[in-house]
């Protein structure tokens, strides 16, 4: 390489004048050189980088595990580097969606330890520093917030395609119109209101009942009363028959 900087810097010097203006066509041919040779090293050392940052097991990584057979039956599609690209997107649009930042692209979402039973890991990088990973708590509010719709970009579901250490988001409670505090006490003073009626009804019934057995009690002494004296004669004793309306005792 600084042989070629070496030649090219010489054609530099042969191709311009003599003065201010060689000196200006030397500096941007060296600037020139500096640039590309960054370049090129960026190029070499971007894949070890993203292997470094992005392993098993990372501390702000997270694994990936993907049931297309037991989600799509016959229908499974095939899981190849398109497919690798299409979640590199979505975890980028997730981020978007949490940091309200349009900054993130597919290019921060590094992923390895692929396997063919379709699993692997994944880190996300910050825009501002390629170096540095976004915390995994972070991470985890994003792949949250954004759950449903990464798993209908899949025809996937929290079953089927399962982030390892978050949990399957639950459904979204429901609000009952009317409070729950209030329902509970409806139903508090209907029982109250209830027992009061039900005691009111008792307590009535039997007084009722106890009017009723006296009602009855009178009458019985009052008929034994009537059946003991009769025209002022007391029927107790021989009953006397000719002493009888009936027709058949008072034939002569």
Same mark, same amino acid.
């Given at each position: 390489?600084?042989?070629?900087?070496?030649?090219?810097?010489?054609?530099?010097?042969?191709?311009? @004048?003599?003065? !201010? $203006?060689?000196?200006?066509? #030397?500096?941007?041919?060296?600037?020139?050189?500096?640039?590309?040779?960054?370049?090129?090293?960026?190029?070499?050392?971007?894949?070890?980088?993203?292997? /470094?940052?992005?392993?098993? /097991?990372? +501390?702000?990584?997270?694994?990936?595990?993907?049931?297309?057979? @037991?989600?799509?039956?016959?229908?499974?599609?095939?899981?190849?580097?398109?497919?690798?690209?299409?979640? *590199?997107?979505?975890?980028?649009?997730?981020?978007?969606?949490?940091?309200?930042?349009?900054?993130?692209?597919?290019?921060?979402?590094?992923?390895?330890? *692929?396997?063919?039973?379709?699993?692997?890991?994944?880190?996300?990088?910050? +825009?501002? $520093? @390629?170096?540095?990973?976004?915390?995994?708590? !972070?991470?985890?509010?994003?792949?949250?917030?954004?759950?449903?719709?990464?798993? $209908?970009?899949?025809?996937?579901? /929290?079953?089927?395609?399962?982030?390892?250490?978050?949990? +399957?988001?639950?459904?979204?409670?429901? $609000?009952? !119109?009317? +409070?729950?505090?209030?329902?509970?006490?409806? #139903?508090?003073?209907?029982?109250?209101?209830?027992?009061?009626?039900?005691?009111?009804?008792?307590?009535?019934?039997?007084?009722?009942?106890?009017?009723?057995?006296?009602?009855?009690?009178?009458?019985?002494?009052?008929?034994?009363?009537?059946?003991?004296?009769?025209?002022?004669?007391?029927?107790?004793?021989?009953?006397?028959?000719?002493?009888? /309306?009936?027709?058949?005792?008072?034939?002569?």
């Amino acid at each position: 390489m600084h042989c070629c900087s070496h030649i090219i810097l010489l054609f530099g010097q042969a191709i311009c @004048t003599v003065g !201010d $203006n060689c000196y200006r066509a #030397v500096t941007f041919l060296k600037e020139g050189m500096l640039v590309w040779i960054l370049f090129l090293l960026c190029q070499v050392g971007a894949p070890a980088l993203a292997q /470094d940052l992005c392993q098993r /097991d990372a +501390p702000n990584g997270y694994k990936v595990r993907i049931s297309l057979k @037991t989600a799509l039956g016959e229908d499974a599609y095939e899981w190849n580097q398109s497919e690798m690209f299409f979640f *590199q997107a979505t975890m980028a649009f997730a981020m978007r969606r949490h940091f309200q930042m349009e900054t993130y692209n597919v290019d921060n979402i590094i992923l390895c330890v *692929q396997t063919s039973r379709v699993s692997f890991w994944f880190v996300v990088t910050s +825009p501002d $520093n @390629t170096t540095m990973l976004i915390p995994k708590a !972070d991470v985890e509010k994003a792949v949250r917030m954004s759950r449903h719709r990464i798993n $209908n970009a899949f025809l996937l579901s /929290d079953r089927t395609l399962e982030f390892l250490g978050i949990y +399957p988001t639950l459904a979204a409670t429901v $609000n009952p !119109d009317t +409070p729950p505090w209030l329902i509970v006490f409806g #139903v508090v003073i209907g029982a109250v209101c209830a027992g009061i009626i039900a005691l009111l009804v008792s307590s009535l019934l039997q007084k009722r009942r106890k009017e009723k057995g006296m009602t009855e009690d009178g009458q019985d002494e009052e008929d034994m009363q009537v059946k003991g004296v009769e025209n002022g004669i007391n029927l107790d004793g021989t009953y006397n028959r000719g002493f009888t /309306d009936d027709d058949r005792f008072t034939k002569l």
